[in-house]
């Protein structure tokens, strides 16, 4: 399995580099060399590059040379990274559960599970914003081409990539504890690029960050040995979870009412019918693999429900 790990650095004093700004993004199969100690790099392609100091505790110094395929150099607002691709065998770790589970992901919760647990949504953008605003008047203030606007630039820059840090470990830690604790997981199959187009609603899906956490599931679910299943998102909300009978319900209605005697939560009712279309698609067969298994680029129809009735029921929380 090809995993990526990534560590800070910067120029080596005597042999620093000297061509800096010219790296936003650089990637380099052969030309590299790796100092004993394994704390620093050096790279030999005649970039200018020259030797860089591995920052912070990374352990690469545990993996054989032969693993590591590709290094590469990227360039983010608070420095410069080596990322190295690494070939390694995961190594499979012990689920603490043998449970199977449907997750119906929306805006006003992160998911709800077919437990009837709803992940509350964090919303990191939207508590940062103001200061990110903040940072962003600041750059229009000072003068075009001064040292100070680039600072200010930076500053700008820093604050976006620790939201985007913040929902990538949110992801992750939910990721890796849906997987650790169930056997199977299936999950709304959600375009989430097609919803996006949505310009009204971009900003509000794009903060709650669905495709890290999908894909977070699928790496997790490697290292867990965890199935788990794309189930399109049609008709999940409107079926009843326990007969299978279509109960059509309008946007502002929160509960599921069924005559078989079904009362759920709207978003439960939903992710057991996830689960259910998930079990059925694994066809009894829990050990094989199936991730990826529906690949339709179908639209959510119930995360557009969601977003309507967001956008109804609370409008002082819209993104202007
Ligand atoms: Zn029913």
């Not at 100092?35 to 590059?49: C, L, N, P, S």
């Not at 990274?81 to 929306?106: K, M, N, P, T, W």
């Not at 689960?275 to 694994?282: M, P, R």
Request: aromatic share 8%; proline share 3%; charged share 25%.
């Amino acid at each position: 399995m090809l995993t990526i790990y990534q560590n800070a650095v910067i120029p080596h004093p005597s042999t620093g580099w000297g061509c800096k700004a010219a790296i936003d993004d650089y990637i380099c199969n052969q030309f590299w060399s790796l100092h004993q100690t394994k704390r620093r790099i050096t790279f030999t392609d005649k970039k200018g590059i020259g030797e860089l100091k591995l920052l912070g505790k990374w352990d690469i110094h545990t993996y054989p040379l032969k693993s590591i395929k590709r290094v590469r150099i990227v360039k983010r607002a608070d420095g410069f990274y080596v990322q190295f691709c690494l070939d390694i065998e995961v190594s499979l770790e012990a689920r603490i559960g043998d449970g199977e589970i449907g997750l119906d992901v929306g805006l006003e919760h992160f998911y709800s599970d077919s437990n009837g647990h709803h992940e509350p949504n964090p919303r990191f953008l939207r508590k940062t914003e103001k200061s990110i605003k903040h940072a962003q008047r600041l750059i229009y203030r000072k003068e075009k081409g001064k040292n100070q606007r680039r600072i200010a630039r930076a500053r700008y820059s820093r604050k976006h990539l620790k939201v985007s840090r913040q929902r990538n470990e949110h992801s992750k830690r939910l990721g890796r504890y849906v997987c650790k604790a169930n056997a199977l997981v299936a999950y709304e199959n959600l375009n989430v690029k097609g919803l996006v187009k949505n310009h009204c609603l971009a900003k509000s899906i794009n903060d709650v960050g669905w495709t890290l956490f999908r894909q977070w599931l699928e790496y997790f679910a490697i290292k867990f040995g965890t199935v788990v299943v794309a189930v399109p998102p049609q008709y999940t909300s409107q079926k009843c979870s326990s007969c299978g009978v279509t109960v059509k319900k309008s946007l502002s209605v929160r509960t599921h009412v069924c005559k078989c005697g079904c009362v759920l939560q709207r978003d439960h009712n939903a992710s057991i019918n996830i689960l259910n279309i998930g079990k059925q698609a694994t066809g009894g067969h829990p050990e094989s693999n199936a991730t990826g298994l529906a690949t339709s680029t179908l639209f959510g129809e119930t995360l557009i429900e969601q977003v309507a009735r967001m956008n109804v029921e609370s409008p002082s929380s819209r993104y202007s």
